[in-house]
């Protein structure tokens, strides 16, 4: 009998503390747990402004595209340093000196010259740590060198920064190594600066490199031991893509069917799995730039569900193709193609397996069949505003963020119903929200908030 007891209270310890994990999921990669945009969290907030349901807010040193990442208590997050009254001042007078037509606040300044990684309390948004990348930061059109998003496994931190500086860190701030890309494979030639982030896959670290519009050095795929940063494979990637067709800013994207694991690449007009233990190519589809355009870069990271990856390029067309066949599989593994408005270019997309989820630059939100390619509704008006953050789904809802830092929420399912529409500081929001146990955290120009009920 104490046996007995003693077997049930094992089994019951394992089971609060699974729940437990749940509950307090964590956010290591800047599309979360799945590499999809989808959490399990439940008991989110639906309604917030700057001074109602605010767990914390912490000021940053600068504005980024690097999404937070979260495990445990810790939050990590990439930033430019704070750049001086001085230099704003120059760069505002530069400005109006040579002023031509509208363009946004954040185009006058790329942040300071330092890039950074900051360590911030999950729990009351205070500083932990804050570790030096690198010392140079340059704008690129809409983006600076901090946009990649760090990686984590709970022991270590992985970031790269837009000039090519890859450094490992402990949970701690310690530096345990650090590569400098460019100084060992060439110079990053993507029109917008590099904004890919890593990938954690078998206790390896890929970083992909697909660029061509500003350099002659080749496109590859760069695998590491995450520990140590030793080289285990590196692979050309091959593309007949012209001019800026080359360049991706993607994210690599793992798809795991429980039987096989494929390291799956998307850009310079084709999308491609790999063997992830050698980089080897398995398939390869193509469709994505049909006109052969000089300028058909790639933005928006794909999304699978299912066994069917969901293809965007710049716009249109958007894709659907079956996993599973080796070779070129533009043509047997193709499902549905979407060519009509909403189509996104720069979000990534949201698909749950049975609708498929998109907005569009504009804010305009489509949602269709997964698995047919049809309309279930859309397109739907979200905020005015522009859209560059990739939208999150969890509990029932789906959250888009536009460059003002306003949230819309929108009920998922077949039917488009807007559940509320929330303001913040309305800077210059292009990092993607990233959620954990039953708070939202999104990151404007200005300030990290933590979105929590009151």
């Not at 590499?35 to 504005?63: D, F, M, Q």
């Not at 400098?180 to 990938?199: A, H, V």
């Amino acid at each position: 009998m104490r046996m007995v007891h003693t077997s049930l209270c094992v089994i019951l310890i394992v089971f609060l503390f699974s729940s437990l994990v749940s509950a307090q999921e964590n956010w290591q990669h800047w599309r979360g747990p799945n590499h999809n945009g989808i959490s399990n969290a439940t008991n989110l907030p639906v309604i917030w402004s700057s001074e109602k349901n605010i767990a914390w807010k912490t000021e940053l040193p600068s504005w980024s595209a690097g999404t937070p990442i979260i495990w445990g208590d810790q939050i990590f997050i990439t930033s430019p340093s704070k750049v001086d009254e001085e230099t704003v001042e120059a760069r505002e007078k530069t400005f109006e000196q040579n002023r031509r037509g509208r363009r946004r606040r954040a185009y006058l300044d790329p942040g300071g010259s330092k890039l950074l990684l900051l360590c911030i309390s999950k729990k009351d948004g205070k500083i932990l740590w804050q570790r030096e990348l690198d010392n140079k930061n340059e704008l690129h059109r809409k983006a600076n060198d901090s946009s990649p998003s760090p990686v984590t496994d709970g022991k270590y931190v992985w970031v790269i920064t837009g000039t090519g500086v890859l450094t490992a860190f402990n949970m701690q701030g310690d530096q345990i190594w650090q590569r400098k890309l460019q100084e060992e494979y060439g110079k990053f030639g993507l029109n917008f600066g590099y904004g890919s982030s890593p990938l954690l896959l078998n206790g390896q670290l890929i970083i992909q490199v697909i660029h061509g519009y500003k350099t002659e050095d080749p496109s590859y795929i760069l695998s590491m031991e995450a520990k140590t940063g030793k080289t285990l494979w590196r692979k050309l990637r091959i593309t007949d893509a012209i001019k800026e067709s080359k360049d991706s800013y993607t994210t690599p994207l793992i798809f795991d069917n429980g039987k096989e694991k494929q390291l799956i690449i998307s850009g310079g007009d084709y999308v491609t799995g790999h063997d992830p233990d050698t980089g080897e190519e398995i398939w390869r589809a193509g469709g994505m730039n049909p006109m052969k355009r000089s300028n058909f870069r790639v933005i928006a990271s794909p999304v699978i569900a299912d066994g069917i990856i969901y293809l965007p390029t710049r716009k249109k067309p958007l894709q659907a193709f079956r996993i599973g066949r080796t070779g070129d599989i533009t043509e047997s593994s193709f499902l549905w193609k979407w060519e009509g408005r909403g189509a996104p270019d720069v979000p990534s997309p949201l698909c749950d397996g049975k609708y498929f989820y998109m907005v569009d630059d504009k804010g305009l939100v489509t949602c269709l069949d997964a698995k047919a390619g049809t309309v279930i509704w859309g397109p739907e008006r979200t905020s005015e505003g522009i859209v560059s953050a990739s939208p999150i789904l969890a509990d029932g809802k789906i959250f888009f963020v536009n460059e003002k830092a306003v949230t819309t929420i929108v009920k998922e399912g077949p039917e488009f119903e807007l559940v509320a529409t929330n303001e913040l500081d309305g800077t210059y929001t292009l990092a993607s929200p990233a959620i954990s146990g039953n708070q939202i955290f999104i990151r404007s120009a200005t300030y990290l908030y933590c979105i929590g009920k009151d």
